[in-house]
Nanobody, 115 residues
């Protein structure tokens, strides 16, 4: 199983980015899909996750600004990030958990929020 993340880049505060994570297998095979991030000098943290049934969870720091979604037809999960802040700067990783509880990670994509 491979996860290919993309969409990171440099954006000004208040701007938007959309991250994508394409899976090499049908994403309906996954119990949970999510996005994590790791800022310089900080621990890895869960940003958002979405269950197979569509229910989503968000870190308090991103609620109301980020939206996680999935497009089964494209086997892709997205993270729409709006109203970005400098503290959102981090390497973002997509994560997937199969129904068997096997866990997979994509390569990171760097998001830099700076003027």
């Amino acid at each position: 199983v491979q996860l290919q993340a993309s969409g990171g880049g440099l954006v000004q505060p208040g701007g938007s980015l959309r991250l994508s994570c394409a899976a090499s297998i049908r994403i309906i095979s996954f119990r949970t899909l999510g996005w994590y991030r790791q800022a310089p000098g900080k621990q890895l943290e869960l940003v958002a996750s979405i269950l197979s049934g569509g229910g989503a969870n968000y870190a308090d720091s991103v609620k109301g600004r980020f939206t996680i979604s999935r497009e089964n037809a494209k086997d892709t999960v997205y993270l729409q990030m709006n109203s970005l802040k400098p503290e959102d700067t981090a390497v973002y990783y997509c994560n997937a958990i199969l129904w068997s509880s096997s866990i997979y990670w994509g390569q990171g994509t760097l998001v830099t929020v700076s003027s």
